[in-house]
Each structure stands twice: as structure tokens, then as C-alpha cells.
């Protein structure tokens, strides 16, 4: 947009492009990143969310021992958050005009974090803390790679993140009552 002087003489141009380009659905011409590469990146946290939820479901259910209830209802908990983050993706990737890519051939390669049983309880917490830092550094990367380029897409990713936020920190509190003692090594 130029001086605000030229602001009536834009709005007929804006008013002309959003005539033209139905096709376009919600991406206008002043989109200000490549969509592809935006698509492309939502699909490799779509993977790493599905990865996240079936790691939790399996925790869920299988997590034994006698202090395991309290934590299995965690783990619970977590896949379902973790499935409402990879729905809030897919719905932003078809407002993109995109396709969310569900396959679940090459869904490990695709996704950042790893799909760890774990031995036990201590193990699957460990798993779960490591998985949940591995989603934040990539969402952090992400929130700064669409800064003012997608907005939108931005704010969608902060929120994940902050959930991403809450989840290390229930791990990392797991971790240290079940191992009964702070985690200071690096
Ligand atoms: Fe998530
Ligand atoms: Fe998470």
C-alpha cells in the first residue's frame, strides 16, 4: 500500500484482484511468503504430531507399574492435545490451498520427533521430555521463519508452541518425581 492518498485508487485494485482470483480461495497477492514452502513445512509438523500422538497412545496404554495411573492419564492427555495441534494444521493447510499429507507411508522420515516405545516408565518419560524439545526448537524455528510473511500461520504455531511448552514441563516434573531428584546433568 503507498501514501495514503492512493489508499481509494488501491482498494479498486484489491477490490479487482479479489473478483479475479476466486480460485486463489484465501490467498491474495500480498501472501508474503511461497506457499508451497509454507505447505511443505506444516506437513513435516503434521508428521511429527502424528508421530507424537500414537508415542503418547502407546504410553498411554501401556505404562505399567503402580505409580503409573496419575501418568497414563498425562500421557492421555497429551495425545489429545497432540491431535488437536495436527488438526489445527491440516485446517490451516487447506486454507493454504494445500494438501495435509496423512500417508502414513514415509511418516517417520517425515516427521522431526521419534516414535520410542521405551522399557519403562522412566524411559517413556525420558521419550516423551525428548520428543517435546525436539517439537519446540522446530516450532520456534518455524514461528520465526513466517514472522510477518503469514501471520496467521505464525499465531497458529505460537499457540502450538506454548502447548509444546507445557507439555516439556509436565515430562521434566514427571521425570523428577519418578527418578526423585532434580535433572541438572545437560
Ligand atoms: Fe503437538
Ligand atoms: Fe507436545
Known amino acids: ?38 505447505i511443505t513445512l506444516l506437513n513435516h509438523a503434521v508428521a511429527t504430531e502424528i508421530v507424537c500422538v ?41 486454507q ?10 514415509g511418516l517417520g522420515q517425515r516427521a522431526a520427533s521419534e516414535y520410542v516405545e521405551g522399557a519403562n516408565l522412566i524411559e517413556m518419560i525420558k521419550e516423551d521430555l525428548i520428543a517435546e524439545r525436539i517439537a ?12 510477518d510473511k503469514d501471520s496467521t500461520t505464525r499465531v497458529l504455531l505460537e499457540r502450538i508452541l506454548a502447548q509444546e511448552e507445557e507439555h516439556a514441563n509436565d515430562m521434566h516434573d514427571l521425570l523428577v518425581t519418578h527418578e526423585g ?6
Open 1 to 38: 500500500m503507498g501514501a495514503p492518498g492512493s489508499f481509494l485508487n488501491d482498494i479498486k485494485e484489491i477490490r479487482q484482484r479479489a473478483r479475479r482470483h476466486l480460485s486463489d480461495g484465501a490467498i491474495t497477492k500480498n501472501y508474503g511468503g511461497k506457499v508451497e514452502d509454507a
Open 54 to 94: 500414537l508415542r503418547y497412545k502407546f504410553h498411554a496404554v501401556c505404562a505399567t507399574g503402580l505409580a503409573s495411573e496419575a501418568v497414563k492419564e498425562e500421557f492421555a492427555q497429551h495425545a489429545k492435545e497432540e491431535g488437536e495441534h495436527l488438526d489445527m494444521l491440516a485446517e490451516r493447510i487447506n
Open 96 to 105: 493454504l490451498g494445500g494438501k495435509p499429507n496423512l500417508n502414513p507411508d
Open 136 to 147: 519446540i526448537e522446530t516450532y520456534r524455528e518455524m514461528v520465526r521463519y513466517f514472522g
Open 181 to 186: 531428584r532434580p535433572m541438572l546433568e545437560k
